[in-house]
Structures are given as C-alpha cells and as structure tokens.
C-alpha cells in the first residue's frame, strides 16, 4: 500500500494485504452467489489449454513477475470436480499448483514447475448451512464476495483483509487479517470447519471435512488452515465460520456484527514537511501508542491503522486509520490520535473539525457506512488492484516499539536516491488488541504477542526494473534487520515474519544469515505439528511449493 495523496491514497497489493469422502454431506447453497453447478446453470469442470484464448488471462496472477506455462487450466465448479482434477494430475504424475485471487507474492502456483493450474474461481458462493450452523464459503470466493453476501443477507461480517479481491482460499489459511481484526480477531479466529481436497499414501484423491471440535479425527487438519498457508495440505473447497461461543439458530447471531458506520481517517505529510528527527519521534510513536492501546475491547484497542512510509520519491508520508464509529468516545479517541501523530512528527497543525472529529490540514476523515467505507478503502488506489505490475515484499512482526537503530536505517533507504519505484516503500500494519486474546499455540499463528507487523514493498511496471526494486527492498531490509542476520529473528523485540506475505529470500543464506530457518520464522514451533500434519494427509507431498510444509 504506497503513497498516499490527499483525497484518497496510491497502494501497492500488500495484502491490506492469497487452500468426508466423495459424497460428502452438506445443505443445499442458498444465498445470491449460489454457484454455476449449484443454480444448474452450467456443470462439470472448464478445461483451457495454450489454444484457447482465455489462456493468456489465467496463466498469471497479480504480480507479472511470475507468469507459468502450465499444459492446462482447470476451472472446477464443485468439490467432485475438484477431486478429478487432482486425481487426474496425480495419475499423470504433472505438478499441480491452485490458484484462487491470484495475490500470492512469490511464485508458489505459477513457476516454471506448473503443469496444471487449478483455479478456483468459479466456486464462489457464500451462504448458510443450516446443517452445520455455520456460513458456507467456496474456496474460489473472494473477500468482497464474502462481505457483500454476509453483510447483505444477515448484517454480519469477518475481519478479513483490505483488499478485497483477494481470494479466501490463501487468505484464510493464512491467518488473514484486516481492519476490523484488532476489534474481532483474525479470520481464522472465526472459522469453523474446512473442506480440503487431499491425496492419501495410495494416491487416491478424496474430500476430508475437518472441524474444530475437540473430538474431531481430522482436528489437526482444520488447525494447519489457521495459519499453517496455502499449498501444503491440498485443495480447500470451502470454508464454514462461526464464531466459537454463539447460540441460537438465528445466522444474524452467529458471526460478528459488521458496523454500521466506521470513521476512515487519512492523513498526508508532504515529505518536505519531514525531517529526520521527526521521522524518528513519528515511527516511534506509532509503536508505543499501539503498546499502550492494546486491551481486547476497548475503543482504542479496536482502532486500526496502516502507516506508509513511501520512498521520499513519492512526495507524502501517509497513513490510514479505520474505526467503529459506535464505539464509546469513539470521536475523541479518534481526535487524539490523530493530535498525537501530528505532534511527534512534529508538523504545525490547523485544527478542522469533520464528523465530530478534530482533523488538521494534514488529514480528512469521513464517517461512512461499513461495507461502502471497506469497498472504500479497497478500491481508491491506483495500484491495489492493478493486474499489470510486478512486486517484492519482505514482512516483520513486532513485539515492541521500532527499535530507533532500525528507525534510523529506514529513514536512510527511504530517503536515499537510488533508482526505484515512486511505490517503494515500508508499511506499517496495527496487530494487537483481540488479536492478542488468543494463544500462539491455540491456532497455526504463532505471532499473538505481536503489536504490529511491517511491509517493505515495491511494485513496478517494466522487466527492466526488476533489479532496481528487488535490490532496494532487499537492501533496506538487511540493513534494517543487521544486527540479527538481515531478517527478524523471534527475539523479544521482532518475532518472525508473516505467511501471507510470502518472502523467497528467507531460504536463501544469501539474505537470511541467522541461525532461524524460514520455516521458524513465519511459524516458531507451531511448525512441528504442521509437518506431522502434512505426513498425514499429503505423504506424497503433492502439494508443494518453495515454502511449503516440508513432510
């Protein structure tokens, strides 16, 4: 997410910021996104090969640095389709990679590897299984399908991420989060069951449901997709939430209440407005205020930001914040926030009063409803959404305050004139709050403790600047991580890095120089019970990627 101008703000896709046997039991879809198969409009699987001329548009996702040039394209349109798809590959003994937004990072599902893609979009239906008593949602879905249909049929959400094309199939398995996870938790703090598409030791494919019940068999199943990413277990066909607790039949009570209105703050400092010093005391105060803010519950530990901290080749520093409006003093806790972060960048400031809220020169905030406030958010960039840019991204979580060591070598990458992307830049992501409410052990996310995560990002447009940003953003980020092998090592201070931001370097000795594999870095020790769940369900290892689940 980069640059941010007055009226709205320039991002790049940090994912604000990407998967019972055959005959499984389930209800009847209900719902407007019922599904092509469902509704009997269309059946069975499409197939596109290099002939056909939709190739083109499904052999690559959002970042065009990766681009495959798989034999074909599988397009299911159900869980049977599913199973003959991966059972089709396995017999042919062809790589088979699975697609559903297409905002994965790296090259985990279009590599040169690839011979068939499953992409899932076609299996996009949300509704709700009175059977299960929970909300049925396709793998192929994306989130701005999951907030239109739950919001729209029953007034309830999940905190999912700010980007809404994202596909739920890696976003969920991931640990997604978003603007309203400080408030509610993560995704996966709501999920319910999972259905995955796996391949046992005889090579057969079939559909598992697993649950989070205690006495459930495939248990260990359903928690390596609260967190443990995408491409490691098998196929997700889809996704059941409830929130753990809610009684009653009635839907509308079994999820969390999407607000009705939200505050969305964004504010601008024009670069030549920052000076070193300030840039210090703002990247500083943005880390204690979260470490102060950060009990379950409260209004302030329900306020959610991002903070961009564009290459000063962009023009603006720039931040966003989102808030339940109808949280108590929601205005004043707002007003204050904003005063304080003026304050320590140390700019002067013109009071200007907007929704109740005490806003400056520097920032403009709009009181609107929930769902048109995320679409919003998610849709006034110029690059969030852009199919055509190219993109690296390294990630960090926090525990503390930006150490001022780090503070100070970020400043100079910022700051610095080498050639790169006016989209270059460092991202700051709030964690805390409900977050924190729950342990590091109780879901595949490790990092609970965490007070906020970073991004450093670039995205570009031409080939020919692949060096220049790669180079930038690997630059800054060993600088910054020097004192601990070039990455941030869980060590009381920075604690990992985070799976749905996916990062190839961190397998490489050439950039991780700490004595943390990758595998620890994103999962700690969580990351033992997920090999022994890969040993149980993909033994094979068919499903694979350069940062998959090792077995």
Not at 129 to 140: K, L, M, N, T, Y
Not at 197 to 216: E, I, L, M, N, Q
Request: with cysteine; aromatic share 8%; proline share 5%.
């Amino acid at each position: 997410m980069k640059t941010l101008k007055r009226r709205g703000f320039l991002t790049a896709g940090s994912g604000v910021a990407v998967g019972a046997a055959v005959g499984f039991q389930t209800t009847a879809l209900g719902g407007n996104r019922a599904g092509a198969a469902e509704s009997g409009a269309r059946t069975g699987s499409v197939t596109v090969t290099a002939t056909d001329p939709r190739y083109a548009d499904l052999r690559s996702g959002m970042n065009q640095r990766w681009v495959a040039a798989p034999e074909k394209i599988v397009l299911p349109r159900t869980t049977a389709d599913v199973v003959a798809a991966v059972q089709s590959a396995v017999d042919a003994g062809k790589r088979i990679t699975v697609a559903g937004g297409g905002h994965c990072f790296e090259d985990f599902v279009y590599n040169d590897e690839t011979k068939t893609v499953l992409n899932m979009t076609l299996m996009n239906a949300v509704s709700f299984d009175s059977a299960r008593g929970a909300f049925s949602v396709q793998g192929g879905a994306t989130l701005l399908d999951v907030y239109e249909e739950l919001h729209g049929g029953w007034g309830v959400t999940i905190p999912g991420g700010i980007c809404h094309s994202v596909g739920v199939g890696g976003h969920i398995a991931g640990g997604g989060f978003g603007m309203l996870s400080r408030q509610y938790g993560l995704t996966v703090d709501h999920l319910h069951a999972v259905e995955v598409v796996v391949v046992d030791a005889s090579g057969t494919a079939k559909a598992v449901v697993a649950t989070r019940a205690a006495d459930d068999p495939h248990k260990d199943l359903f928690w390596a997709h609260t967190g443990g990413g995408g491409g490691s277990f098998g196929v997700v066909t889809r996704y059941w939430f409830r929130t753990p607790g809610a009684t009653g039949s009635d839907p509308a009570g079994l999820l969390p209440k999407a607000p009705s209105e939200v505050y969305i703050s964004n504010l601008f400092w024009p670069w030549d407005k920052v000076t070193e010093d300030g840039f210090n005391r703002l990247v500083a105060h943005y880390g204690e205020w979260l470490e102060k803010n950060n009990t379950p519950g409260t209004t302030a530990g329900s306020l959610f930001s991002w903070m961009l901290l564009n290459h000063k080749s962009s023009g603006t520093l720039g931040l966003i914040i989102q808030l339940d409006a109808s949280l108590p003093d929601a205005a004043q806790v707002l007003s204050d926030h904003l005063a304080g972060l003026n304050d320590a960048l140390g700019v002067s400031t013109t009071p200007v009063r907007r929704e109740g809220v005490v806003d400056s020169q520097y920032s403009t905030t709009r009181k609107l409803p929930w769902l048109r406030g995320t679409k919003y958010v998610g849709s006034v960039s110029a690059t969030q959404l852009d199919p055509t840019m190219r993109g690296v991204h390294k990630s960090s979580h926090l525990l503390k305050p930006t150490p001022a060591a780090q503070i100070d070598a970020m400043y100079r990458h910022l700051t610095n004139t080498d050639k790169v992307s006016p989209f270059a830049g460092i991202v700051y992501a709030s964690a805390g709050g409900r977050i924190s409410s729950v342990s590091s052990t109780a879901t595949a996310v490790a990092q609970r403790g965490a007070i906020m995560k970073t991004n450093f990002e670039s995205v570009w447009y031409e080939a020919g600047d692949d060096d220049a940003n790669l180079g930038w953003v690997r630059n800054a980020f060993a600088d910054v991580y020097a004192d601990t092998g070039g990455v941030p090592v869980p060590n009381g201070v920075t604690d990992g890095c985070y799976i749905n931001y996916p990062d190839g370097d961190l397998g490489d000795p050439t950039y991780n120089k700490s004595s943390v594999p990758w595998h620890d870095l994103y999962w700690k020790g969580n990351y033992a019970r997920l090999q022994q769940t890969k040993r149980a369900y993909d033994p094979k290892n068919i499903f694979r990627h350069r940062q998959s689940i090792r077995p």
